[in-house]
């Protein structure tokens, strides 16, 4: 029905092969199976090229692989493994991986991005201009930039850079969890606007300098949309119904949202949430304690929403959706944020001082978005109104204890 | 200033000297003590009088105690302790317990219920026509009945048979945790239906018989309102910044709301939540999918209140209050029914094999309100639009398999 007088089909790319990328191009590739109708059954994941040896203990390993090194794209094509990233997990046959990010990606309609964060520019630079002037992206990786000036959106530096729209996905996800399918949800916002279906297609590409950070209350896809490039009539919609199929497994729960700012915050400013869970469970408080602080962050995560992206941002998005009071129950069981923050105050420790002997000297992703989203609300004036997000970067800082949350987050009423 | 022209003060009687009523005077009395215009400073524990004799590693314990059998009342008067159900807790000088339950709640203009559930009745039948008329009541026991016919809040219950308005409180709550001050939230539903004050003073208390279950839509506390005695103007007015006053302490954040019916309802429906995340835990199936299952569960919580309590259910109580996310994030995270169900997973057996080795038998609160609900929702015919519930149901019953719980609540759409 979705694709009555549809003739093409969509050309699906993962552009990232780690953990999530190549888990992400696994449930793909069977969704492209079950419905060949919409997408084609070729599903290509662009590999950063490695050489890797097989380790003796993995299932693909055989006699010959002996102290051999194999180029990974090679591996996951002939052996249907990645053996470095996901390792004993047998993809589907239909994951093609391709080391040539342009080749890759240029005749797809959908690009999925499982990138780290700090590839995402170079790797749209050397794309844009060459995809398909009407695809359309996903962005699976998590956390925004936030900026003394405005917030940035990974989505939206994806979508820009491109000149393409870009939704987003992020949920309650560990990536091998749902690669041995185990049960769980996700979150996927998707809500194009209205597009020029006559418009131009774009010669080149957006420079880096036009991509400015969001400001405050600034709704930046309606003032591009006009250069966004309409879906041709021949390829079946990407509706929320389409776009689910793309996803959503019997092991992997997809809800569809429109709101995209939402679900690209709720996978941010829950790592400063985790942090201050950990905080007080270090503490010895109890469950009660933890729950509370918890439901206490949901709602600074609802109003940093409400406050900085008025136009798009659902309060159902963070206490309703996978992507965050699900993540944030998740992130506050087990994540590293957490167990960091935690192991930080049992052993009288800051958490610098963890980082540097758990993380070797990585930075805990809580630890940055705390110290960034500070800075954002100082030159915004308001830190008392998001007195857990301040509280905990006051106790990073030493100027506050944790001991002082409950007091500190006390509503003045 | 909400006292101005007020002369009268309120007393305040609590109804109940367990582990969480004993808790509850304490937090009480301190508040009574910082409140001294709106408050007498005498609080009121009605106690149901025990022998007990004082364990020698109590605080509290003499030499002259050894082997002496003393009342507890006259323990709770003279050393300030309630050495059986809350020991070690130094309560406030100005808690008096009294064994008599028309003595105790005669001259309170509040009273506060903390009884376990199966006493409400008989306790409330003692009382009916020998309170104030215009005392107004508020139900800490958490919980509903739920039969075929309808559902009873316990609020309700109480309110009926005194002919009183009753809120609630509930909240992710453990007494102990609260009696040794830790930090901890909980949410006080308080919303009488206006009053006429020139109503005659009821003669009598309606009987039994006049207590109905509610039924789906009914709307039974504005039916009741004309019935109800008006607090005479001489007292402080019992608004919400008047209540909060009386439960609100540096280590108990109070929210308040008007919606009885959700908080009410969200102490009993989460038990149920608390079995299906045990179940999927007890699978090894990790973090993801447990709190898939919570947040499921928590808008099956909206929906039933949506379907049966129209009139007066938020959403918010169950998604963004104490009483809603935080008690079921609790109780998810090492509550007794969640514990007895992972186990029972883990150790192949049925939940009634558990209860019976694990809790003499006692059957769990989550057990019984699933297949209270379940009853429920069979004679409305919405089993189908409840599908978690509906699943917690037919594994106990054994009709279905724990690994079923996706498939079963995937949506259909």
């Not at 992206?137 to 405005?150: F, M, R």
């Not at 992020?170 to 006559?198: F, H, L, W």
């Not at 019997?250 to 985790?274: E, T, W």
């Not at 970067?393 to 944790?402: A, C």
């Amino acid at each position: 029905m979705a694709t009555l007088g549809a003739q093409k089909k969509h050309k699906v790319t993962i552009v990232g092969s780690g953990n999530w990328g190549t888990t992400m191009s696994k449930l793909v590739a069977e969704n492209a199976k079950e419905n060949p109708n919409l997408f084609e059954q070729t599903v290509t994941m662009w590999v950063f090229e490695e050489e890797v040896t097989i380790p003796e203990s993995s299932r693909v390993y055989k006699p010959e692989d002996k102290g051999e090194k194999h180029k990974i794209s090679e591996l996951i094509n002939t052996r249907h493994e990645n053996v470095k990233y996901l390792p004993n997990i047998t993809l589907p046959d239909n994951v093609v991986a391709n080391p040539d990010v342009v080749d890759a990606c240029k005749n797809s309609s959908i690009l999925i991005f499982v990138l780290p964060h700090q590839f995402i520019q170079r790797v749209c630079d050397q794309l844009a201009g060459k995809i398909m002037p009407w695809a359309r992206a996903i962005c699976c990786t998590k956390g925004v930039d936030v900026g003394e000036k405005g917030i940035r959106l990974m989505s939206e530096a994806i979508g820009m850079r491109l000149n393409i729209y870009c939704g987003a996905l992020s949920g309650a996800n560990i990536a091998s969890e749902i690669a041995q399918e185990k049960y769980s949800e996700t979150t996927v916002a998707y809500d194009p606007p209205p597009m020029d279906s006559r418009a131009p297609t774009p010669k080149g590409s957006p420079t880096s300098s036009t991509v400015d950070l969001i400001s405050p209350g600034k709704s930046v896809p309606s003032a591009r949309s006009a250069q966004l490039k309409a879906l041709p009539s021949d390829y079946p919609p990407l509706s929320h119904e389409n776009v689910k199929k793309l996803f959503h497994r019997p092991y992997f729960h997809v809800r569809m949202v429109s709101d995209v700012a939402g679900v690209s915050l709720s996978g941010a400013l829950k790592n400063i949430v985790a942090l201050a869970a950990g905080f007080v469970d270090g503490l010895g408080w109890g469950d009660n304690a933890k729950a509370a602080v918890m439901r206490v962050g949901i709602l600074e995560m609802v109003r940093f929403g409400k406050a900085f992206f008025a136009d798009s941002v659902h309060t159902s998005t963070f206490t309703e959706e996978s992507c965050g009071v699900a993540d944030v129950v998740t992130s506050c069981m087990g994540g590293r944020n957490f167990r960091c923050a935690k192991m930080a105050i049992e052993r009288g420790k800051s958490i610098a001082e963890i980082e540097k002997t758990e993380l070797n000297g990585q930075m805990l992703q809580g630890t940055s978005t705390a110290y960034e989203v500070n800075s954002f609300l100082k030159t915004q004036g308001m830190e008392g109104e998001f007195p857990l997000f301040t509280a905990v970067y006051n106790i990073l800082e030493g100027n506050v204890k944790p001991e002082q949350i409950p007091d500190l987050i006390e509503p003045k009423d």
